[in-house]
């Protein structure tokens, strides 16, 4: 009984301290979530930055790119007979 | 053997031993009090003591909202910074720390030795500087030189929204525009946090622990379009260097939602520094020009000229008090409305209007008088509404009044119709005698696009916050004039770019209606200057509107003094990109 009693007070010793380790272990991974966090806040922010208009287009007009004057679109005529694409036979829809 | 003698004397050895008995006695016995004493007598006291010598409260800051674009593009956010400070009292070298940090910072060297020689217990060496700055001051291991964490309010987007998002103070209130409308939302609600720590600063496991977490803020997602909101601002700082003007002032609404897709001006201004971004403010001797963060779309008042046009035209073909066919006879160049008015030829007096070009006196029908923009056409057409039905449509059609717009500090206008004035129906039938802001215009015209009925513009189409996206409370609408003759006033708005003064507005693909604006403004003696305030404002596709655009350029130079000089150009350049933003399929027009 002695012996029980012994073991189970070591036991219970082992699982108080294996417990606060686990609590110290899960204080430093919200710690680490907390840095994770930020840093992909700060990862957020950067892409932002770098997809602001007024960064990129000085840079497009440095490499000869141009806002196009007019825009072409293609309009496809969905017949009962199917598509009918434009540039092949039959009426020209593009533009 | 016999029993020793009364009186006989213990022997020492013995004494001894019972007095260290007692002693170890006494010894256990006042242990045994004072375990007592603490473990059972004064148990809670103590307790209590050094659970408040372990237990920290702190204040936890809920992150303040996000604002984004209609495209998810971030508009303004809030990160960790550092704020760095300095103990002076610790500072050795007070000198070369200020220029140590003052060359990484880039402050002032002077200011910075003023503070770290200083008798106050802590001064600020800069506050919300980035990590990677501070760390670089850190690592220069300057003995009382320290950091603490301060969130900072960063704009991504820089100048290109500041009109729009406003700004924050120092402690990330709210100042202007969205920051301020939505500040409540955006603050989000502290919480709190108890815990118990050891000596080290760590959370003790299984120790008490209380905590309140923070509610972020709601984040806001926008009507803007980025993009187009870059290149209108774009536009307006090219027309700012062609035409030498004051000031620069786009808006384009959505016609059939009021959603605001862009509001710029010009120049524009950072709102981290509240600066403005002007050459002509270096070295300027007044620092509030410089300061010009205000928002005249929303803000701004004058007087609209020949775009007030639409609202008198639209409201006598509403109340069948003409078509666009009915002519009217004799249109003259000069109109007296008072005897004498137009004594000389270049002094206009009260009462006295005139056509902007000379032309001999004709039957113009109501169209014609639209499409050239007829001073004295356009009063012999309101002539036949009356004063009062007048001030009705200008009212139904917003001027006068906020739209109610979710923006700081929105002006009303103006509607100068003072009793016992003669002239001032006049007047405000073509657009003076009148002050209306640039998204009061927009709207109107936008009402004309949307078959007539008027709608709420908005910079806000939804918010985020912890529960899901939530969408804000309808707009309102009414109906201001019927579709038949809204039909007809953008045909009449068509014909104005296709054949009138405002041909620069004309775009390939599309076909575009709107109205030039010229107004002179208004002198320190009370007389109408040369100076001039040029607008453009026009809707497109005409068949089926999608977008209006009002532009306003303040105090172009006299080559661009009109409208159709210096706004349609600039209305043109935006229209063409908000409808392909939009994708908007051309109806195949050809100018």
């Known amino acids: 009984m002695v012996l029980i009693g012994v073991v189970a007070f070591l036991g219970l010793g082992f699982a108080r301290t294996s417990l606060d380790r686990s609590a110290f272990d899960l204080a430093e991974l919200n710690k680490a979530i907390g840095e994770e966090t930020a840093l992909n806040r700060q990862m957020n922010l950067e892409i932002a930055r770098l997809v602001n208009p007024a960064r990129i287009a000085p840079l497009a007009e440095e490499l000869g790119l141009v806002i196009p004057d007019t825009t072409n679109q293609l309009l496809v005529d969905l017949t009962p007979e199917g598509p009918v694409v434009a540039g092949t036979e039959g009426e020209d829809r593009s533009q | 053997m016999a029993a020793p003698k009364a009186g006989r004397r213990l022997q020492p050895s013995k004494v001894r031993v019972a007095v260290i008995g007692l002693v170890v006695v006494a010894a256990w016995m006042g242990m045994g009090y004072r375990l007592v004493q603490i473990q059972v007598v004064q148990a809670s006291d103590l307790a209590e003591q050094g659970l408040s010598q372990r237990l920290v409260s702190r204040d936890l800051a809920p992150q303040r909202g996000k604002i984004f674009d209609r495209n998810g593009e971030l508009l303004a956010m809030t990160v960790q910074a550092q704020s760095i400070f300095a103990v002076p009292d610790q500072i050795e070298e007070p000198l070369w720390v200020a220029q140590q940090i003052g060359g990484l910072l880039g402050a002032d060297t002077d200011v910075l030795y003023e503070r770290l020689t200083s008798d106050r217990d802590f001064v600020y060496i800069k506050r919300q500087v980035e990590d990677v700055v501070a760390n670089e001051v850190l690592g220069l291991e300057i003995r009382g030189v320290f950091s603490h964490p301060e969130p900072t309010r960063i704009y991504p987007a820089g100048v290109v929204a500041s009109r729009v998002t406003g700004f924050v103070n120092i402690d990330g209130d709210g100042q202007e525009g969205l920051e301020l409308v939505y500040d409540d939302g955006l603050a989000g609600t502290p919480g709190k946090a108890e815990f118990e720590r050891d000596l080290q600063g760590r959370v003790i496991p299984q120790g008490f622990s209380q905590i309140v977490p923070a509610i972020p803020g709601v984040d806001l997602n926008t009507t803007i379009d980025l993009p187009l909101q870059y290149q209108a601002q774009q536009e307006c700082l090219l027309a700012l260097e062609q035409t030498h003007a004051l000031s620069c002032w786009v808006v384009v609404l959505e016609v059939e939602t009021g959603a605001v897709l862009a509001m710029v001006g010009a120049p524009v201004f950072d709102p981290v520094t509240r600066q403005t971004q002007d050459p002509r403010c270096d070295g300027a001797e007044d620092p509030a020009l410089c300061r010009a963060f205000s928002n005249f779309t929303v803000r701004g008042i004058y007087e609209p000229g020949s775009t007030q046009k639409l609202i008198t035209v639209a409201a006598a073909l509403e109340e069948g008090e ?270």
């Open chain 2, 322 to 591: 003409v078509s666009i066919g009915t002519v009217i006879p004799e249109v003259s160049y000069e109109l007296e409305l008072r005897e004498d008015a137009c004594r000389f030829a270049d002094d206009e007096l009260f009462g006295c209007y005139r056509d902007f070009k000379e032309h001999a006196t004709e039957d113009m029908s109501v169209a014609q008088i639209f499409t050239k923009s007829s001073n004295i056409g356009t009063i012999r057409i309101a002539e036949t509404l009356g004063q009062d039905r007048l001030i009705q449509y200008i009212e139904a059609f917003g001027l006068g009044a906020k739209t109610g717009i979710d923006y700081t500090v929105e002006a009303a206008g103006i509607l100068n119709f003072e009793a016992g004035c003669m002239t001032c129906w006049a007047s405000a039938a073509i657009g003076y005698s009148v002050a209306v802001t640039p998204l009061q215009m927009a709207a109107a015209y936008a009402a004309i696009g949307n078959d007539g009925i008027w709608i709420t513009p908005h910079l806000v189409s939804s918010k985020t916050d912890v529960d899901g996206e939530t969408q804000v409370a309808g707009m309102q609408t009414r109906r201001v004039v019927s579709s038949g003759t809204s039909l007809l006033m953008r045909e009449l708005l068509a014909s104005v770019v296709e054949k009138g003064t405002g041909a620069a507005a004309a775009i390939d693909g599309y076909r575009v209606g709107g109205k030039t604006g010229t107004a002179n403004k208004l002198g320190a003696d009370g007389r109408y200057t040369e100076t001039t305030r040029a607008s453009f404002v026009g809707i497109a596709p005409i068949n089926d509107p999608k977008i209006v655009v009002a532009v306003l350029i303040d105090a172009p130079s006299f080559d661009y003094r009109t409208g159709g000089l210096s706004a349609a150009p600039v209305f043109a350049a935006v229209m063409e990109q908000a409808l392909h933003r939009l994708g908007v399929t051309p109806d195949g027009y050809e100018r």
